[in-house]
């Protein structure tokens, strides 16, 4: 899908296994980014170490239900969202829930459409596919992507834990109707 943001074009398709190196790198990247200055290094290191590998990208990619969208312009990974088909969402009644486990975009990349993008076709993709249960996990402490969140129709719903490293933490569980 060829898509014009708010400053140049990009395109989103579907991420495949030829993607986990690409992919992993850029998770790690934006991952850190938005989360190191609040958190211990140690901590990062170890959830990305984890999270973040050639391998553990490839076998999440290779997962049940798991579906990545890229966002790219020119070759370079803009950002990335990532949904997992059939994820129940804390005790809320749904046939088809769908969770958003990740969506992140590059830095300079803020504020030019490829967030909305990815939202938008993981909305109409959630409608098309008899989705009952739009929701995600956000830290209750990043304001900017609770905003994001809250622009298109979620709501909070309930808390759950968040293991970063050896830091529990707890994020909000927001959801949506499709």
């Given at each position: ?7 140049g ?5 579907q ?59 020119a ?12 994820a ?10 769908i ?34 249960l ?15 969140y809250?622009?298109h ?26």
């Amino acid at each position: 899908m060829q898509t014009n943001g708010a400053s140049g074009d990009f395109v989103l398709r579907q991420a495949g296994q030829a993607d986990a190196s690409a992919l992993a790198a850029h998770a790690e990247l934006t991952f850190r980014v938005a989360w190191s200055a609040f958190n211990r290094q140690e901590d990062m290191d170890e959830y990305c170490g984890e999270h973040f590998t050639p391998d553990a990208v490839a076998a999440d990619l290779a997962g049940q239900g798991v579906r990545v969208t890229l966002a790219e312009s020119a070759g370079a990974l803009l950002g990335y969202l990532k949904t997992v088909d059939g994820a129940p969402c804390l005790d809320l009644p749904a046939t088809l829930p769908i969770e958003i486990a990740r969506c992140y975009v590059a830095p300079a990349w803020h504020g030019r459409g490829v967030a909305e993008a990815l939202m938008l076709q993981t909305l109409e993709r959630a409608r098309e596919s008899g989705c009952d249960l739009l929701w995600l996990a956000v830290w209750e402490q990043a304001p900017r992507a609770r905003a994001f969140y809250a622009r298109h129709g979620f709501a909070v719903v309930g808390r759950l834990p968040f293991q970063l490293g050896q830091d529990l933490q707890e994020d909000l569980v927001v959801a949506r109707r499709p």
